[in-house]
T-cell receptor
């Protein structure tokens, strides 16, 4: 089973709201990732967690706050977002955050910021 | 730095036509290479992979061969179906996963 589950599938929020995206995997993977994908573009890496510790932050604004409560779960907390943050947010996991490990992606959360 | 260049789309084909989507890469070291597919409204699915030179990845009738001498990983399929309509991303993995810009494939019946 190579499933990464993301909830919710769709989210609409106002600029003053606080919401969270959730990602779950049960493959025993020790690396988990958040990507942002705008329409007709490839995914852009936001954060990498390795063994539940944040290892890469690609200079993401602080209104995005990641959290890894345990090895199976990854959250992305959202606060005071801007309309330009509307995008598809993808979670992925891999065996380890090293070269040559296959990343498996979830179906994504489509976020609209009004 | 590492980068991936793939042919611009959209590519429009009739059903049962032969498909080639070109992909070339620039990398330090010896990365793994991947093709991911994204169907409308969905996330990315791994289509195939190759981890070293001359490896051939294959899945669902799609094939790609890791060519170190030409730094290429072109995607091919002998006979496309309408259900293959999607966006195809070539990617390399070294310290991070680096994607190409994506190629839209449209297959007409």
């Amino acid at each position: 089973d190579t499933e990464v589950t993301q909830t919710p599938k769709h989210l609409v929020m106002g600029m003053t709201n606080k919401k969270s995206l959730k990602c779950e995997q049960h493959m025993g993977h020790r690396a988990m990732y958040w990507y942002k994908q705008k329409a007709k573009k490839p995914p852009e890496l936001m954060f990498v967690y390795s063994y539940e510790k944040l290892s890469i932050n690609e200079s993401v604004p602080s209104r995005f706050s990641p959290e890894c409560p345990n090895s199976s779960l990854l959250n992305l907390h959202l606060h005071a977002l801007q309309p330009e943050d509307s995008a598809l947010y993808l979670c992925a996991s891999s065996g380890q955050s090293q070269a040559k490990n296959i990343q498996y992606f979830g179906a994504g959360t489509r976020l609209s910021v009004l | 730095g590492n980068s991936v260049t793939q042919m611009e789309g959209p590519v429009t084909l009739s059903e049962e036509a032969f498909l080639t989507i070109n992909c070339t890469y620039t990398a330090t070291g010896y990365p793994s290479l991947f093709w991911y597919v994204q169907y409308p409204g969905e996330g990315l699915q791994l289509l195939l992979k190759a981890t070293k030179a001359d490896d051939k990845g294959s899945n669902k009738g799609f094939e790609a061969t890791y060519r170190k001498e030409t730094t290429s990983f072109h995607l091919e399929k002998g006979s496309v179906q309408v259900s293959d309509s999607a966006v195809y991303f070539c990617a390399l993995s070294w310290d991070k996963l680096v994607f190409g810009a994506g190629t839209i494939l449209r297959v007409k019946s």
